[in-house]
Nanobody, 126 residues
Framework: QVQLQESGPGLVKPSQTLSLTCTVSGGSITTNYYYWSWIRQPPGKGLEWMGAIAYSGSTYYSPSLKSRTSISRDTSKNQFTLQLSSVTPEDTAVYYC??????????????????WGQGTQVTVSS
């Protein structure tokens, strides 16, 4: 059973950098062919994919967030991290990490997700 757990500060001041860590157990973040993803949900809104780091270490980002998003990993700790710079109150959301994969049988190149963290609330406020 794969488990993911988000951790990091719940309150961030505007203009600062939001930093979160996802700790993975029950499976290696280097296992073919998974994409370790960050997804967020602002209050009253839908899920928004932010980006992912692949089993190979390659990174992929949402075009709307790419300029201020960085995802990295520490394979020795089986962790991957999210950094979102220059945050504003619009970045207030529940942030999730999840394991993604591509199901070619569905006719889509987008990710499907089989395991999720519980989510962590991050509030951007002064």
């Amino acid at each position: 059973q794969v488990q993911l757990q988000e951790s990091g500060p719940g309150l961030v001041k505007p203009s600062q950098t939001l930093s979160l860590t996802c700790t993975v157990s029950g499976g290696s973040i280097t296992t073919n062919y998974y994409y370790w993803s960050w997804i967020r949900q602002p209050p009253g809104k839908g899920l928004e994919w932010m980006g992912a780091i692949a089993y190979s270490g390659s990174t992929y980002y949402s075009p709307s967030l790419k300029s201020r998003t960085s995802i990295s990993r520490d394979t020795s700790k089986n962790q991957f991290t999210l950094q979102l710079s220059s945050v504003t109150p619009e970045d207030t959301a529940v942030y999730y990490c999840a394991r993604g994969y591509i199901d070619y049988g569905l006719g889509s190149m987008g990710y499907e997700y089989d395991y999720w963290g519980q989510g962590t609330q991050v509030t951007v406020s002064s």
